[in-house]
């Protein structure tokens, strides 16, 4: 029969509120930060909000000699350069986790999916120098020419490339996004590929159904709201990305027709002016970009989150 | 052409797109690493991890960079992964289903993908601001914001793992469950938390954007953490864009140590979680 010790046991009991109380408020810290993230970029951009209205995100003109903000130009930037990034990171990635899934040999599966997680490790300072010094050149001599010759005539389209070959552009930094969001898009569709039933395929090939016919007729349907979560969350950080754009963005606060033009998003021009702006306004209307910015990519990646967590609870309940 | 063909034709045609998506991954990767490697080590010398950054044109390294990068990185570690486990802690053993724990972990979620400049900007504003200036200590702040979701997530993955036979054996011994978690559940999970914090060092120490407002940049040798600090990301940044060829070199070179830094951070964690993964598969 052990001996109860009362005093260690009323000890014990204090460590234990103690620890509990430790993790729950560690817990709630993460709930604060970001209502803290909220209400500290509202009352930075509360300035410039109240002073230019509504027109803040309506109006083109950033100019900080006359003290007259608006973001249209940077909304616009940011939105370009991610959807160009999507057009061409979603088909891409969509075909590295098909080819993972369905038709890597087993020996080059890991290493190959491996290689393509550590590019998502790379931080994005890297992936803008390595834009500005090595594919900017590449695009301006080679790509950019060709498509101001080939495509610039069409009408409709053409006015998309039109103008000289700057190198650093809207184009350009929608390609260093899409280089940067393929392997968040690749991993997580592959992952969610994982999750459909091989006896589902099989039923599929059993019918004689190609492989590909097995992908688009059977996994593709199965996993949509994945691939959908997936796209989402890289577009989450295509939105988001800073460093890698503003090094080849060329930071300028107009809306050009053409996609080769230079330009600047929500968060290159947080990046670029942000520690040199003077004046209470000019603070706040960055501030204000910022907010903008929260405000979009925090829609975008709750959606994701919620769609990807669907689909985990329905795999749950499949096993 | 037959049904039958045409439909082999289009499977062939989708597979050898697919082979082209690949091979385009890897050679970006390859590219990238390349050309890292290549100007990365012309820039490399032994002067680049003993003296000062230089002035334009000048003789110099990134020492004092480095530095700051290595102490910003430790001080934002220690701060921020003590509340991410904690939080994690809580998420797997406490309140594991409540309604809260389901709202923590969706904010946890959205907070591991947030924008960093975001992260920075409050940092700025709720700190700098009041400060009146820019610290090292304030930049170390910003990091831990950004370790604690990756900490959470992996601490509570990683006690999510641990068999629930080894905590009903502990409380069976009239065990608080403070007392299992510190001396069961952690051991347990040890590698796993390990993995996470070194998954939090990556991402932390190749952050430039919440840098900017916070921890700003030094020309020179700093250890006073209340005054701005150089760092690695920030002095690539403003030496890339610089038209000096000894600035641009030696960038070049910072960005060659960040890389290696963080792959071979990366690689462990993978590996670690790998030798986990096998010993529990061995064990059962």
Not at chain 2, 78 to 98: C, D, F, K, Q, W
Request: aromatic share 8%.
């Amino acid at each position: 029969m052990a001996i109860i010790d009362s005093r260690h046991a009323a000890k014990q009991l204090i460590l234990e509120r103690i620890f509990r109380s430790a993790t729950l408020s560690a817990a709630i810290l993460v709930l604060l930060i970001l209502g803290g993230v909220a209400i500290s970029l509202l009352h930075g951009a509360w300035p410039a909000l109240s002073h230019f209205g509504f027109s803040f995100v309506t109006r083109e003109i950033w100019n900080p000699v006359t003290d007259e903000f608006g973001a249209l130009a940077a909304i616009y930037g940011t939105v370009v350069t991610s959807a160009i990034a999507m057009l061409l990171a979603v088909p891409a990635g969509f075909g590295i986790a098909l080819f993972l899934t369905e038709l890597c040999p087993p020996l080059l599966k890991r290493p190959i999916g491996v290689a393509v997680e550590l590019l998502a490790a790379v931080p994005s300072i890297i992936f803008g120098i390595w834009g500005l010094f090595v594919l900017a050149p590449v695009l301006q001599r080679h790509v950019q020419p060709w498509l101001i010759h080939h495509v610039g005539p069409v009408p409709g389209l053409g006015h998309l490339f039109k103008g000289p070959p700057f190198g650093i552009g809207v184009l350009t930094a929608g390609v260093v996004l899409a280089i940067m969001v393929l392997p968040f898009i690749a991993a997580t569709m592959r992952d969610v590929f994982d999750t459909v039933p091989a006896m589902l395929k099989e039923s599929g090939y059993g019918l004689g159904a190609t492989t590909w016919e097995v992908i688009w007729n059977v996994v593709v349907p199965h996993s949509r709201v994945g691939i959908v979560g997936g796209m989402m969350l890289g577009l989450g950080r295509a939105l988001g990305e800073t460093m890698a754009v503003t090094f080849v963005i060329g930071n300028a606060h107009r809306i050009s027709s053409s996609i080769l033009a230079p330009g600047t998003t929500i968060s290159s021009s947080i990046a670029n002016e942000f520690t040199e702006a003077v004046g209470a306004l000019y603070t706040s209307s960055l501030i204000a970009l910022g907010l903008l910015l929260f405000l979009i990519t925090f829609t975008v990646i709750a959606a994701a989150q919620a769609m990807l967590h669907r689909l985990e609870r329905r795999a749950g309940v499949a096993i | 052409m037959s049904r039958r063909a045409r439909r082999k034709l289009k499977n062939a045609v989708f597979l050898f797109l697919s082979m082209v998506a690949t091979t385009t991954g890897l050679v970006c990767l390859a590219a990238i690493l390349w050309t890292l490697l290549s100007r990365g080590i012309a820039g490399m010398s032994a002067s680049v991890f003993t003296q000062m950054t230089p002035p334009p044109g000048g003789e110099g390294g990134l020492l004092n960079a480095i530095y700051g990068s290595a102490v910003m990185t430790v001080l934002g570690i220690l701060i921020g992964s003590p509340i991410g486990v904690l939080a994690g802690t809580h998420l797997a053993e406490y309140g594991r289903n409540s309604r809260l724990s389901v709202a923590i972990r969706f904010i946890n979620d959205v907070l591991l993908s947030a924008p960093s400049i975001i992260i920075g900007l409050f940092i700025y504003q709720i700190v700098v601001v009041r400060l009146g200036h820019f610290s090292a200590i304030v930049g170390a702040l910003a990091l831990a914001v950004l370790a604690i979701p990756v900490t959470l997530r992996t601490t509570e993955d990683m006690l999510n793992l641990v068999p629930p036979g080894m905590k009903d054996s502990s409380a069976a011994l009239g065990a608080y469950p403070w007392r299992t978690i510190v001396s069961v559940l952690y051991p347990a999970a040890r590698s796993g938390i390990v993995t996470g914090l070194l998954l939090a060092i990556a991402r932390i120490s190749g952050e430039t954007a919440p840098l900017l407002f916070t921890a700003l940049n030094n020309q020179f040798w700093s250890t006073d953490l209340n005054a701005p600090m150089a760092n690695l990301p920030m002095v690539i940044f403003q030496f890339a864009l610089s038209p000096y060829k000894n600035w641009q070199d030696l960038a070049w070179a910072g960005a060659l140590i960040i890389t290696v830094t963080i792959l071979v951070l990366s690689i462990s964690a993978r590996v670690l979680l790998a030798l986990l993964q096998t010993d529990r598969g061995g064990a059962r």
